[in-house]
Structures are given as C-alpha cells and as structure tokens.
C-alpha cells in the first residue's frame, strides 16, 4: 500500500473516514529548578533560546545586533567572574600552604637547635628523645610532598 493511496475499508464495513485537522499544541515553558548553589557553580545558560523566536522575527537588523551583543557581553561578564573567582580561590590556597610551610619549617629549625643545644650540653638522651621524633616526621612530610 502506498501512502497517497487512502486506506480502504473491507466492503461490509459501513464506517465512514474523518481526517483529523493538525493540533497547534502549545506546551508551558520549562522553570529551571530551583537551586541553593552559587551562581559560579550553575551551567551557562544558552541566553539566544531563552528569547522566543516570535521576538527575534519582530527586531530589526540593527536590534538583533545589538541585542547580540549585549548578550557575548554578558557571558564574557559572566566568564570574567567565574575566572576571577578560580584565580582568588588558587591564591587563597596557596597562601595558605606557603604559611603551613613557613611553620612548619620554623618548628623545625627550633627542634634542632634545641637538640643541638642539649647535645653541645652533655644532655645527649633528651637531645634523641626530641631529634628522632623530629626527624621522622620531617622525612614523611617532605616524603608525602614528592610523592604528591
């Protein structure tokens, strides 16, 4: 059967075919769900499909330009922000383990001193007691930074 060809009923049955007109169904618009996450953490949002097409056909050239491009300037706005707050994250942290290296570099150096001081003194057993712990800990920091 070709589909130009309308459908045929047998001959004893006596119902009679209606075409059916097409529907114009129009569907609510989608909400995007609410969120508590900050903003630098959504997906962008495709700005050009969120504007009905009804009101792109209805802007002259010269509008649809420069609705153009208010919308690049507000994704670079938002790109801006988003790298701006990487880069005060990136430093935040590394500010943070240059001060955990300044410490522990400092306990470190008054550790040996004190023990090179009790061992210059004849205090040999408290100069080990504190040099040993010392020097462990300080080989699986240093060991756990390479290895990372």
């Not at 006596?14 to 909400?31: Q, R």
């Not at 210059?120 to 060991?143: F, R, Y």
Request: a negative charge.
């Amino acid at each position: 059967m070709t589909d130009s060809a309308p459908a045929q009923l047998p001959p004893s049955d006596s119902k009679e075919i209606i075409k059916a007109e097409p529907v114009d169904l129009e569907l609510p618009p989608v909400a995007p769900p609410v969120t508590k996450t900050p903003v630098q953490f959504n997906q962008q949002v495709n700005i050009y499909q969120q504007i009905p097409q009804t009101a792109w056909d209805r802007l002259t050239e010269e509008q649809v330009v420069e609705l153009s491009k208010v919308i690049v300037q507000q994704i670079d706005t938002a790109d801006k922000r988003q790298f701006d707050y990487a880069i005060s994250q990136a430093k935040s942290e590394h500010d943070g383990k240059k001060l955990a290296i300044a410490c522990g570099s400092a306990v470190a150096i008054l550790g040996f001193s004190v023990t090179g001081y009790l061992a210059l003194h004849g205090q040999v057993v408290p100069a080990l007691s504190i040099s040993l712990p010392l020097a462990t800990i300080l080989a699986v920091i240093v060991g756990k930074r390479f290895l990372d």
